[in-house]
């Protein structure tokens, strides 16, 4: 009654339409933490990677030990932190992990030695955006660490995070400017590794901070901004739609929904969605924001519930159980972006996308190969 549909061929589309913008020599990372941005790890690894990208990338050390587990043998980066009891079983696995003082280099370095291998880092270089990654401060003590443990230890890449490549490109040329001392500093103990700082508006933004590697993000799923695209064409890869459960006619005067929250102005037909809030329809959508019901616009009236959804389908001829609404997506020839939703809200595409319940069936749709 409720289902996402995940366009395929479009995710793939889009790995291939970001890749066409960069040089022969910089490496795709296709970014697939939080279970592939919601639309299914496996399925947007998959289709990424037929797109063009030759690593994957996650936040998690459990994201990427069920990617190995799934049996993907790709480059694999887990981006976030480690906890010192899941580096064994990263190392066994083959997985990049990065670290970002010299207390990791040498949990990192104890893992790698109790399983007989020898482990693959990023540094990661904290140049602005004040979340994980060294400061210049702790390059010293960094550097030292990874000079001590190289037998046991190889620095893979030297990487960064922008904190605001859509609308600062002053303060993305002062973190990139940081970044270079930083790998420079680093160079010492890193002469091969990877120089990777762009995510998905720095790849479009920023061609010349491409480096050797960009990490592909959002794009992947179909948004960027759009000031940005140039001759790049993304196409939204999700659909989130639902069944309607129940049409019925209210009159003036009459309420619809917790707290009374709408009041019928005149005699109304409401259609009520098996959709809601625990599936992913932000409550705050309460009397402001809408459903796609054949092809017209329906608004929501009342309150959002947990599994359901109230909206005024009046001026629409012949809505009855069972027709498809949706929420945002491709349907019956209209297109309602998830980022048209989350302007309304005053938020980004990911946290929509990334916020339909996993509890919402995921169908894929489309054909994987290119021209298929």
């Not at 009459?254 to 959709?275: H, P």
């Amino acid at each position: 009654m409720r289902w996402a549909e995940i366009d395929v061929g479009a995710l793939r589309h889009n790995a291939a339409q970001m890749k066409a913008t960069l040089a022969p020599s910089v490496q795709l990372l296709a970014m697939v933490k939080s279970n592939g941005y919601g639309h299914g790890a496996i399925t947007a690894s998959l289709a990424a990677l037929a797109g063009g990208a030759s690593w994957l990338g996650v936040y998690a050390p459990d994201e990427a030990l069920a990617l190995r587990h799934a049996g993907f043998t790709e480059r694999l980066l887990v981006a976030g932190w480690s906890p010192r009891e899941t580096l064994g079983a990263l190392v066994a696995d083959d997985v990049d992990v990065t670290v970002f003082d010299a207390a990791g280099v040498d949990a990192v370095s104890a893992a790698a030695e109790a399983c007989g291998a020898r482990a693959r880092v990023h540094v990661k270089i904290d140049s602005g955006l004040g979340r994980l990654g060294a400061r210049p401060a702790g390059l010293p003590e960094l550097v030292d660490a990874l000079r001590r443990t190289a037998d046991r230890v190889e620095v893979a890449g030297v990487f960064t995070h922008f904190a605001d490549p859509e609308r600062n490109p002053d303060f993305t040329a002062e973190q990139h400017t940081r970044f270079l001392a930083a790998a420079e500093e680093l160079k010492v103990v890193a002469p091969g590794a990877l120089l990777h700082t762009c995510g998905s508006a720095a790849i479009l933004a920023f061609p010349e901070m491409h480096h050797d590697l960009v990490r592909l993000g959002i794009a992947l799923y179909g948004y960027a901004p759009v000031d940005l695209l140039g001759a790049v064409t993304l196409r939204p890869c999700m659909t989130v739609l639902a069944r309607v459960a129940q049409v019925k006619d209210v009159d003036a005067g009459e309420t619809v929904g917790y707290n009374r929250a709408w009041t019928a102005s005149a005699t109304r037909r409401i259609a009520t969605v098996a959709i809601g809030y625990g599936q992913g329809i932000p409550r705050a959508l309460s009397n402001r924001g809408s459903l796609m019901l054949g092809g017209h616009r329906c608004p929501i009236v009342g309150i959002v519930n947990m599994d359901q959804v109230t909206v005024d389908v009046t001026d629409i001829h012949g809505v009855s159980v069972g027709d498809v609404a949706m929420f945002f997506g491709v349907h019956g020839g209209v297109q309602i972006g998830a980022d048209e939703v989350a302007a309304e809200l005053q938020t980004i595409p990911h946290e929509l996308i990334c916020g339909i319940s996993a509890q919402v069936p995921r169908i894929s749709v489309g054909e994987l190969a290119e021209g298929g």
